[in-house]
């Protein structure tokens, strides 16, 4: 007989029975508070054109790295779960893939993915019992019966989940038509703000192979004339005003370091026109990169864009992989971080001023403490983004909490970031976070640091309040 | 109506009922206990005058770069606070600062700062609402009548707090002419031992600006000609001679980096030289401080005193509140700290000296269990220096206890040091530390990895037995 | 009258009564599980000749690097524990070092050493007061008498402790005469499966002054002619058939560097030429080092013998000691580690090679959540090895457990590696950790991420398992 798979009501909060009925007490407030999403990968069209998640595999596995990665590690392979295979996955590849996340089941005790899943197993979708090989269909079968329910399309599902702000992810020479067809439903629209976010590492970065290229086709798309930086720089500006046009709230950025520099202008110009020809060393395209990117914070203090910052993943570190399945499947791996010295330029610059909002993450623990509370704890612009990616997950993000809360408090963190694209996690994510703001909070209630209004009143404000405050939603 | 403010006797003590009864029991046989106070910033001045502390704000707010900076973060301008304006603030200007820290109470929420605060509104001056715009008017009148009674002079308060060692941080020019006042009280001083700490960062800086004249200085005070490297090195033994006469039992030092270095005499003569004569490039000032540094070491060998190091902070990062406020205000952002390679040429050479006892602090945590504990449970002048600025607060010292302890044992880790120049926290942060050392017992209690009655001496010998024999406070 | 010595039955579990009952139910299900030990180093000469384990002094202190290196920060001279005296210490040098240990006794409160004696003491001894100068004496005889018992020879510990499987650590040069002595004994044998580990460090050193020689004696060792690097590959890989003959599973690296490299073959003779000259430079020394390294895990995939990584740790930092007492006395310190980008060159090459296991251990735990969970939670090859000789500790292994779990999942976890040659503490250090594994489990439990049932078939996983699926050990 198959064993039952459970929600527990109490799930992620303390077992000390006096500090839970704090815990209690304060996730009671906040549980039913509307997620505020500020970044994420969710594809907008999926909400433009509300479109039918297809199966229960292309919902919860192919697009999901972090199920592709530790099922890639337990030994299958990627194509077995459709990355890269699209359409030509036929309803017995789709079960299939389904069978193999089901049979690795007690490969995830412990996981986040495996908290996140069950959330929405159980939560979502009805399933009431524990996946593994002989339970693998039937499964399959529950859920597929509910994505055919016209309650489980994208728009509907936003107004389940609560999710009243959506911001996703977009490539600067997008024309945010996806954008408009959503904010063309004034009904919808009126309920749910869904926003794009500026990326544009790859225009940033004059080491890459496609630079010329992708900048050719910034300035095609701004209308403006790139062959030289002055004309990049307007390029941007005006792409940038266009995404703010359509809502942006912020700009989206990751590099391999954090380094950051402004060059004479002269000197700019002069390597930027290096770049474009190709003859840039590796010395000189860092030096441009960096001087580029806190560009954008100087921009960002003009047109008011918000920066999120994501350092220091060495992407594709599988090379193997990368040309069989191409970027973003799962072979990245965090780096250290050096943020003090490496963001000296720009916070010199613009640290205080009151236009920048930086919100600053990591996959470097160490630096909680060492280099983000302390930054937090001066700079006006620095807000601490909370744990993303391969640290958010229960365990790492209390440590997180704990690390940086003692000495930047409570109003320099941003609230939930889901950073996701299984749309269906989102609630989950969100719900676990406000489970451990819980958790942490009623433990500085039961340590007698906190009073429980004091507590109540800060778990909300880091739902809604933080939000909107640091990523400028008001406005 | 005003929220109440309150301390509560079981704060920080673990939740558990079981663990929290035993470090009831732990805490009990230490609260009560005399504190020494070996490393920290309270100006001599206030003691051999026995200075009125002037204003709440004066007292609590101006002096105290912790509070000052959470609140420059959340808008407040430094000026506000009194930062840089000394006599020049008004009734009203002190009023509107300390109007501002209780506008942005909420801010502090699950800082050390706010547990600090709290503890010594209520449990020195009596306060029992909770700050917010509009307490702040009686709060102040509150603590300002307190201010003016005459236990609340630095005297009194010293008996008050049962402060038995205080230890301040003092330039090796200084002619400790407070000490000597302090000390020609020998009612007072029979009491309480006040000494002065060698703090010679600036005169082993050879790439400082202003080296020279400080150098020259340091030759003037000593009465010798600074004009060699064995000048100089005379210079300082007998600045260490004055220092240790005027009851000093420990250097302190801050250097951006841990490099020790002992060049061959001929080389060290040559850099010192060419310093002097502005003519030393950067790698050679490093090499030359690096050497200076370690050379402390060598005379500590001989003349005892302690030394205490705090290493890698990038000071006054932010270049724009340096030029505005001065140095020391707030903007200083830790380093990440490697330990082992540097201090191999200074522990290879001095490393198991009886003479030597060397008290390392970080603010990298990566490095409690990488290095500082390793290193501390080798070589015999090596002691840990608990949490420090950053980092002294609940979660982070119990980090550094959960992380220290098992290699190194309790005893090779220093009792409290307080390193504040906030001189009504002294009691909050020892008695802070007392209850984290409870709970940090009572769960090796509770866990049946000690016995109750070793823990009750463990928490004993950190409070005083520690601080004596690593500071040689019996000599 | 002497204080008592005991052993709780509910030590390392959580305090929170209802988490403790989880844990103890699971605990429950391990503790009498074998124990599979797949790195250690206990000389296989003690379980050939079966030979009396001498005195207390000489079983408990004298070749235990942990014990000695916290008596020596604490003033005690290794010599006077009897490192590097051997035969020569009397009657009377053995009781007073053991006295030196119990006068220490408090020093090691809160340690994993305290953990483990006590553990021994009680547990193994018999011994029921507490170790202080005045009960020194009383101690050692009880041990004394023990050890004069015929149940206390190795062959009957090892029944006694149920250890079923023991790799000791050996040169690739040792003829393994010792491995073919236990294995002559079938009815032994066919109880305990004690095999040699090939640790070729030494050999792919190039900058070891005597690397020559030790290449020389590989050629010898192996009858293949070293004079290029085609011979020295011919004569690793017959040193490791040997040892795979003689049951070894696994190889067994310590560098300072987690570095990777694939040098073209004509480089590498020609770096390979140099060195052999004593022409190599540094660089090209470390090059060399990193590639053969590298060619370890090409050989791996072939042979299959699984590769256990210990980087990062600096060797006899303390040159005084080296010089008086030799290797491995106590003197290392470890380093940071970077693993992301060392790692690339090997892991592109191998790094989902089927016939490749790596067992990646570290000394740095900022690694654990950012570079080690993530390697794990990609590569098929990466496996996670547990915490290792500073951090092998209750509150160290949590951190683990906490920080690499919720990314890796369990199965990417390899069980209990003990990596001691104190014979009688490695049933101590196995229940540690399961009862660590416990708390942990229980935990999951009590904060409903895993049910109990899920629990319990976990943690015998981790006892049994993956030891087995990991360390090939069904081969």
Not at 110 to 130: K, S
Not at 201 to 213: G, I, K, Q, T, V
Not at 342 to 364: C, E, K, M, R, S
Request: net charge negative.
């Amino acid at each position: 007989m198959a064993s039952p798979l459970t929600l527990n009501d109490d799930r992620l909060l303390p077992p000390d029975p006096g500090t839970r009925g704090i815990a209690r007490r304060i996730y009671a407030t906040t549980r039913e508070l509307p997620i505020i999403s500020p970044h994420g990968h969710v594809p907008p069209r999926w909400i433009a054109l509300d479109e039918h998640f297809g199966n229960p595999a292309r919902l919860l596995i192919t697009p999901d790295h972090y199920i592709n990665r530790v099922l890639h590690a337990n030994g299958v392979e990627l194509s077995e779960l459709g990355v890269g295979r699209g359409e030509e996955m036929t309803e017995a590849d789709n079960r299939r893939a389904f069978r193999l996340l089901c049979e690795h089941w007690t490969d995830l005790n412990g996981t986040a993915m495996r908290y996140w899943l069950t959330d929405q197993l159980v939560g979502i979708f009805g399933v009431r019992v524990r996946p593994a090989a002989e339970t693998a269909d039937a499964i399959y079968d529950t859920i597929a019966a509910r994505l055919d329910e016209p309650g489980f399309r994208p728009r509907r599902l936003m107004d389940a989940f609560r999710i009243r702000f959506l911001a996703t992810t977009d490539d600067p020479c997008d024309d945010l038509g996806m954008h408009a067809e959503i904010a063309a439903d004034e009904e919808f629209s009126a309920r749910h703000r869904v926003v794009p976010t500026f990326r544009p590492d790859r225009y940033l970065e004059p080491a890459r192979p496609d630079w010329n290229e992708l900048v050719d086709a910034l300035g095609g798309a701004a209308g403006v004339d790139v062959g030289t930086l002055d004309g990049y720089t307007r390029a941007m500006a005006e792409r940038r005003r266009y995404f703010k046009e359509h809502g942006a709230v912020s700009s989206d950025h990751s590099h391999a370091d954090l380094g950051t520099l402004i060059l004479p202008a002269d000197e700019a110009a002069r390597l930027y026109d290096r770049a474009r020809r190709g003859l840039a060393t590796a010395d000189e395209a860092l030096a441009l990169r960096r001087h580029l990117f806190t560009d954008q914070a100087r921009m960002a203090c003009e047109d008011g864009l918000v920066m999120t910052v994501h350092p220091a993943v060495a992407r594709n570190h599988d090379a193997d992989a990368l040309a069989r399945y191409g970027a973003d499947v799962g072979g990245d791996i965090p780096l250290a971080l050096e943020a003090t010295r490496a963001l000296g330029p720009l916070l010199n610059a613009y640290g205080n001023h009151p236009g920048l909002h930086l919100v600053l993450f990591t996959l470097d623990e160490d630096v909680y403490s060492r280099e983000f509370a302390p930054l937090a704890a001066w700079y006006r612009s620095v807000h601490l983004g909370v744990p993303w990616w391969f640290v958010d997950a229960p365990e790492s993000i209390m440590r997180f909490k704990r690390g940086v809360t003692e000495m930047a408090g409570f109003s320099r963190i941003s609230g939930m970031v889901d950073d996701t694209r299984a749309f269906c996690s989102i609630p989950a994510r969100h719900d676990m976070s406000r489970r451990l703001d819980a958790a942490h909070l009623a433990d500085l209630v039961a340590t007698h640091r906190l009073d429980e209004d004091e507590a109540i009143e800060q778990a909300g404000a880091l739902v809604v309040d933080n939000q909107v405050r640091i990523f400028k939603l008001d406005r």
